[in-house]
């Protein structure tokens, strides 16, 4: 059985920072491509940065780039996201995704295997 749990949302005023993480179990993590999305209230889902699982990154948002840092570690099957100098329109619930295209450019339709989302709110 796929389980994968996101955690490290929360409240925080814009210019701060957070680590989200995500642990997946029922999968061989080292083989698989690794994606981070977000929906913010009224809009769709929009990918966000996705890892392959040679550890190529590729950012889908221009507004993230220099802030948000996506990783990996194999070895304990764990997802990141930093996310430095966070601004109110980083609000949003922020999924993991499994096994999907990091050429997705679909909001996430190929990834099979989804958190259940953990909450980011950006205050200013």
């Known amino acids: 059985q796929v389980q994968v749990v996101e955690s490290g949302g929360g409240s925080v005023q814009a210019g701060g920072s957070l680590r989200l993480s995500c642990i997946v179990s029922?999968?061989?993590?080292?083989?698989?491509?690794m994606g981070w999305f977000r929906q913010a209230p009224g809009k769709e889902r929009e990918g966000v940065s996705c890892?392959?699982?040679?550890?190529?990154?590729?950012y889908d948002l221009d507004s993230v780039k220099g802030r948000f840092t996506i990783s990996r570690d194999n070895a304990k099957n764990t997802l990141y996201l930093q996310m430095n100098s966070l601004k109110p329109e980083d609000t949003a619930i922020y999924y993991c995704?499994?096994?999907?295209?990091?050429?997705?450019?679909?909001?996430?339709?190929?990834?099979?295997?989804w958190g259940q989302g953990t909450q980011v709110t950006v205050s200013s």
């Open positions: 995704a499994a096994a999907g295209s990091c050429a997705d450019g679909s909001g996430g339709r190929t990834f099979p295997y």
């Open positions: 029922g999968l061989t993590f080292g083989d698989i491509n």
């Open positions: 890892i392959k699982w040679s550890g190529s990154i590729f």
